[in-house]
């Protein structure tokens, strides 16, 4: 009789064991409260939606939905850490397109030059001969390419350089032309010193990386001595490619910056007295302290040049950590990032003729954004 | 709704099972039917009521050929037939003879804006199953609408098979009772497929995948082997899992559906490779089109020439585009070249059999694979022209281990352990660690396609 009962109970064991597990993660959906903001990966997460008739009728109430089980499924960031465990078990070094690299660097791929490559060229170009005035273009090179020799053997990857020397030529070519090298003094760095020029789990590069960019793009006379500035630093910072790799088996990074007086600092969301938003080191993208995170438009007043000079700087995320510098070189500085000012550019650069302007990017946000259109439009 | 997914596997499963075996069994058939349209509406509400419209010209279709005689019951089941396949033709079709007979005519004609209904060609052949079998006087014309109603729109089915024929089913939809041993088989049997989805098909297709975005051109030819095999493995094991999910689904139903899929990998011919390879559809053609056209009973010229319609149909069923057509005509040739003098040479051959078939298999994945004619060659000249690189070092460590898992598990060789261990504590750990692991998978939601959509 008793081993009658057990063998039953083995018998249906795993319908208990995965109706149970059905059952219970779904009444967990339920009772548990929803998380509408991920720190981890820095975005919203979607709530369960409500029925509505005109969401039935487009379909937008059961896209919702499906993102709903995912975002809010029960024990969803152990699962994805489980998720990322069984991957590298595989001895996979890849996970959700991130790489790991030697020495804990992580890296993103890249397959080559991509069509929106030509077509970001071809606006900056078109930019420079239509701007009337002298145009300064720097393009950053990404980890991959300065940190070649921790890239897995094989794993595919563009030959920034190549493509940098080519479209620098052409630049250079244009009467207002002028191109800033930055691959050069970045490569005799990384041989040279122990500096480290990239975080090993952020997309970014540091600020000791950006501070040669800068000397680079005003000149080594023109620089700011770096020693005598006042330097601070926060451990403990995970990146977005950590972000996205997962995985628990990652070291930190330190994130640095400088002490920069200002006068002025005015954003679409209002006033500030400071470049930095120290608030920021609380929450996980740490790196959106520089600039206090990335607008459409800022403008930087300062007075520790008092050079009189202007400057605007078209932008992506790289430059965040690099403008705090230019302070020491221009009185003004007009930040934009195309990505969200959709206004005329034309009409900004005709407001303040006698402004420099700068074209600061990074290779992989040059391959691949499509907002570059916007420098000519 | 796909069954790799959260929700499915956390809302719809526990909600429907629930009030499935709830319900007195005479009413399961409405529980079924309702849930079934939940299942399909959620991706695709519009098409919907071409379902509803399918089954009720098939219902009064079957009434008719079953009430007549004579030429009305032939005029009838003209009629459903010409509905089923026109319904067919020209949701996946349309655009396919507009783009042909413009570059044939330089006619100017714009694309119909039509999107295929998910699981058309599967449910056609069902439903065309139904009505032929009526007019044979195979089975009886079914009296309920709400019967026919749930063969047609059964879930586990609908989207991706197997093609189960009404006569196999007609009893279990009258009457069925289902046991409790029954749906623990039945959820082993889902969980299996299930891991065959998310754990190996995804990641063995990923590699697929990144052999794209580098672009054929480029991969050394290390790699372009590797892809082949990375395909091939996916193919199988995305189609198979399914399969499993849906034989599961249905015996958790009450159902016991048709077996799709036996070790096709382990074919030494291509002959026997579709006695292996989607069971179910090789099984449909031979009923409904090559036996009906003669078979093999009307001479040799006329074997061969029913072989080939039959072939260039199966092609076009996978897809309305050339490359189908053309992956289907490289099996006719294949399997012509076979029936003509090959077989007994690979029968005689063991090792060499095992390596043409799946050579031969791996090749005909490419034509499937690639729809762009100029990429197939491309591919091709890198599959044999000798590149090098160090791409596939890349490759081959990051993939290495999950496509040996593959291979070993497109073989019998654990098979003989499931059926002995499956029902005892290790199979349930096994089981249970399977299903863990594809809810992580799931969890991290990337790479999860469903690659049925042309079918």
Request: glycine share 8%.
């Amino acid at each position: 009789m008793a081993s009658d009962e057990k063998r039953n109970t083995t018998e249906y064991l795993l319908l208990i064991l995965f109706g149970g597990c059905v059952m219970l993660t779904f009444l967990l959906y339920l009772i548990l409260p929803q998380n509408d903001f991920s720190q981890k990966e820095n975005r919203y997460l979607q709530t369960r939606p409500a029925i509505t008739l005109s969401g039935l009728k487009d379909g937008s109430f059961m896209d919702k939905f499906d993102t709903y089980t995912t975002e809010q499924l029960p024990f969803r960031e152990c699962l994805v850490d489980v998720k990322a465990m069984l991957n590298a078990l595989t001895l996979n070094r890849e996970n959700n397109d991130i790489v790991l690299g030697a020495d804990g660097y992580l890296f993103e791929k890249c397959y080559g030059k991509s069509t929106q490559l030509s077509k970001n060229e071809t606006a900056i170009l078109t930019f420079i001969e239509n701007a009337g005035r002298p145009v300064t273009v720097a393009i950053a090179p990404t980890a991959s390419e300065i940190l070649k020799d921790k890239v897995p053997a094989g794993c595919p990857q563009a030959d920034q350089s190549a493509e940098l020397k080519d479209l620098y030529d052409r630049i250079d070519a244009l009467p207002n032309g002028n191109s800033v090298d930055l691959a050069a003094v970045l490569a005799a760095e990384n041989a040279g010193s122990g500096v480290q020029l990239y975080y090993r789990t952020d997309h970014h590069w540091t600020t000791d990386a950006a501070y040669l960019a800068y000397g680079e793009i005003v000149g080594a006379e023109n620089a700011v001595d770096q020693a005598s500035l006042t330097r601070h630093s926060v451990d403990d910072f995970y990146g977005t490619m950590a972000a996205k790799y997962k995985g628990t088996d990652l070291s930190s990074d330190t994130l640095v910056w400088y002490d920069v007086p200002i006068e002025t600092f005015r954003r679409s969301d209002g006033d500030f007295d400071t470049l930095y938003d120290l608030d920021k080191l609380e929450i996980y993208d740490k790196y959106a302290m520089f600039l206090r995170g990335n607008d459409e438009i800022c403008t930087i007043g300062a007075e520790n040049a008092k050079t009189g000079r202007h400057l605007i700087v078209c932008k992506d995320s790289y430059a965040n950590c690099l403008i705090p510098f230019l302070t020491y070189n221009y009185d003004r500085i007009t930040v934009v990032d195309l990505r969200y000012y959709a206004e005329s550019l034309a009409g900004l650069l005709a407001e303040d003729p006698d402004a420099d302007i700068l074209l600061l990017y990074n290779f992989s946000f040059l391959n691949e954004d499509n907002h570059f259109y916007r420098l000519t439009s | 709704m796909i069954f790799s997914s959260l929700l499915f596997l956390f809302w719809f499963l526990p909600i429907f099972f629930t009030l499935y075996y709830v319900c007195p069994a005479k009413y399961r058939n409405i529980v079924l039917f309702a849930g079934s349209i939940v299942f399909y509406g959620w991706g695709e509400p519009k098409f919907l009521i071409l379902l509803l419209l399918s089954i009720i010209v098939n219902y009064a279709a079957g009434r008719l050929i079953g009430h007549f005689t004579g030429p009305a019951r032939k005029i009838s089941l003209i009629f459903a037939l010409v509905f089923d396949f026109g319904m067919l033709l020209f949701f996946k079709y349309i655009n396919f003879f507009i783009g042909n007979l413009n570059h044939l005519t330089g006619l100017h004609l714009t694309d119909v804006a039509v999107t295929l209904p998910l699981g058309i060609s599967f449910y056609t052949f069902q439903i065309a199953s139904y009505v032929i079998d009526v007019y044979r006087g195979k089975v009886r014309a079914e009296r309920s609408i709400l019967t026919l109603g749930t063969y047609l729109c059964m879930f586990p089915q609908l989207i991706a098979g197997p093609i189960v024929v009404y006569a196999d089913v007609a009893e279990k939809l009258h009457e069925r009772r289902v046991t409790l041993s029954e749906i623990t088989d039945g959820v082993s049997i889902f969980i299996l497929g299930l891991g065959s989805k998310v754990l190996i098909a995804n990641n063995v297709g990923a590699l697929w995948t990144e052999a794209g975005k580098i672009g054929y051109e480029n991969l050394s030819t290390p790699l372009a082997w590797l892809a082949m095999l990375s395909f091939s493995l996916q193919i199988y094991f995305d189609f198979n899992g399914y399969s499993l999910m849906a034989i599961g689904l249905g015996k958790m139903l009450g159902f016991t559906f048709p077996k799709n899929f036996n070790h096709p990998y382990m074919a030494r011919s291509i002959t026997d490779f579709w006695r292996r390879w989607h069971m179910t559809l090789s099984g449909w053609f031979r009923e409904y089109v090559y036996i009906p056209l003669g078979g093999n009973r009307k001479g040799t010229a006329r074997t061969y020439v029913n072989l080939l319609i039959v072939w260039a149909l199966t092609g076009f069923w996978h897809g309305a585009d050339w490359n189908f057509i053309l992956w289907g005509l490289f099996f006719f040739v294949v399997l012509a070249v076979e029936k003509l003098f090959l077989t007994d040479f690979l029968e005689k051959h063991p090792v060499f059999s095992h390596v043409y078939a799946k050579l031969l298999i791996a090749f005909s994945w490419m034509l499937f694979a690639i729809t762009d004619f100029s990429q197939i060659g491309v591919f091709f000249t890198r599959l044999f022209g000798l590149k090098g690189g160090t791409d596939w070092l890349y490759y081959g460590r990051n993939y290495g281990v999950i496509l040996l898992i593959g291979c070993i598990l497109s073989t019998p060789v654990l098979s003989g352990l499931f059926e002995r261990y499956g029902k005892r504590i290790p199979g349930i750990a096994v089981c249970m660690l399977i299903f863990l692991a594809s809810v992580a998978y799931l969890a991290d939601a990337g790479y999860n396609p469903f690659l049925y959509f042309r079918f």
